[in-house]
Nanobody
Framework: QVQLVESGGGLVQAGDSLRLSCAAS????????MGWFRQAPGKDREFVAT????????YYLDSVKGRFTIFRDNARNTVFLQMNSLKSEDTAVYYC????????????????WGQGTQVTVSS
């Protein structure tokens, strides 16, 4: 499994931007599809975005399309989540995840997880 460490969270105002980073250990980062999930207080963890290990294809939660962008830098073993036009409903702990097998949107599709980074958007 790969070890993942997220960073970049913080407290921002509605309309602001943040860029989350997820650094992966090991030399096989390019063989993993990567995903971002989030969990708001009192709610289940939900899928946010994913990027394929094969062709870099991306897929997003409908409510973040056009505002969030997932991208990766395989040379730096890092995946990013650029979040623009943030809303109060984006407030959550954001988790990075890695999958060596499938490119999916389900929690069970991913075998490695980071510890999470808090994003708080004030309205």
């Amino acid at each position: 499994q790969v070890q993942l460490v997220e960073s970049g969270g913080g407290l921002v105002q509605a309309g602001d931007s943040l860029r989350l980073s997820c650094a992966a250990s090991g030399r096989t980062f390019s063989t993993y599809s990567m995903g971002w999930f989030r969990q708001a207080p009192g709610k289940d963890r939900e899928f946010v975005a994913t990027i394929s290990r094969i062709n870099g294809a991306t897929y997003y939660l409908d409510s973040v399309k056009g505002r969030f962008t997932i991208f990766r830098d395989n040379a730096r073993n890092t995946v990013f989540l650029q979040m623009n036009s943030l809303k109060s409903e984006d407030t959550a702990v954001y988790y990075c995840a890695a999958s060596s097998v499938v490119w999916g949107v389900r929690i069970i599709d991913y075998e490695s997880w980071g510890q999470g980074t808090q994003v708080t958007v004030s309205s």
